[in-house]
C-alpha cells in the first residue's frame, strides 16, 4: 500500500493542517523520510501538480468535492484546495516508498491517527474508507511496522479500514492481484484491501 509507516506519519500531520493550515512539516517526519521535503512531494511540485495526483487516487465522484492537503514552496503543510464531502486527499511523494497519493474518509484519518499514537487499537468507531486508485509501492503486507523490505509495486486499490479477523471473513491475508485480502492479520490494524476499482 499503501499503509505503511511512512505515509501513516505523513498523515498525521494532516489532521492538524485540518485545523492549522501553514503548519510546519514536523522536524520528526523529516527524519523518518530524509528524501522527502514533505507530504505534497518535492518542493518543487507546483500546487496544481500536487491536486492533480492527489485526485488521481480517488473515484472522480469522490475527487470532485475531496479536500486537497499538500504543501507549499518551503515544505509546509497546507491546504491545496477546499472540499465539502469529508474527504480529504494528499499528493504523497512518487519517490518515497509508502507514500502515494490517497483520498481518505474522517474514519481512515482517526484509524491512521491512532496507528501512529501506537494505540492498542483503531478507536474509530465506523470503518473508514481509503483510496488509491493511482497505485502504490508498500513494505508488507502483514508487519504494519516494516521500513527495511524491499518495496512492493501494487496496483490502484482501496481499503476499508475497520478490524477485520480472517477467520470470521473467509478471506485470504496473503496480496493477491485481484480481488480482496485482510493485510496486516493478526494485528488490531487489520483492514480489508481491495485491488482494482471500486
Avoid at 136 to 147: C, E, F, G, V
Avoid at 172 to 190: D, Q, V
Wanted: aromatic share 8%; charged share 15%.
Amino acid at each position: 500500500m499503501q499503509l505503511n509507516r511512512m505515509y501513516f506519519i505523513a498523515l498525521s500531520s494532516i489532521l492538524a493542517v485540518s485545523l492549522s493550515p501553514g503548519l510546519p512539516f514536523p522536524s520528526a517526519m523529516a527524519e523518518d523520510m530524509p528524501d522527502m521535503q514533505g507530504m505534497g512531494g518535492p518542493v518543487s511540485d507546483s500546487a496544481q501538480v500536487q491536486i492533480d495526483r492527489a485526485l488521481s487516487a480517488a473515484p472522480s465522484t469522490i475527487a470532485k468535492g475531496a479536500k486537497v492537503v499538500g504543501t507549499d514552496a518551503k515544505g509546509n503543510a497546507i491546504t491545496l484546495r477546499d472540499g465539502n464531502n469529508g474527504f480529504t486527499c494528499m499528493p504523497g511523494n512518487p519517490s518515497v516508498i509508502g507514500d502515494p497519493p490517497m483520498c481518505m474518509d474522517a474514519a481512515s484519518m482517526q484509524w491512521t491517527a491512532d496507528f501512529e499514537a501506537h494505540k492498542p487499537k483503531p478507536t474509530n468507531t465506523v470503518p473508514g474508507i481509503t483510496y488509491m486508485l493511482a497505485g502504490a509501492t508498500q513494505r508488507s503486507d502483514t508487519n504494519p511496522y516494516d521500513k527495511t523490505s524491499p518495496a512492493i509495486s501494487v496496483g490502484p486499490h482501496w481499503m476499508i479500514l475497520w478490524p477485520f479477523d480472517p477467520k470470521a471473513t473467509g478471506l485470504p491475508t496473503k496480496h493477491r492481484a485481484t480481488g480482496a485480502y485482510i493485510m496486516w492479520a493478526g494485528t488490531p490494524y487489520a483492514h480489508v484491501h481491495i485491488m482494482g476499482h471500486p
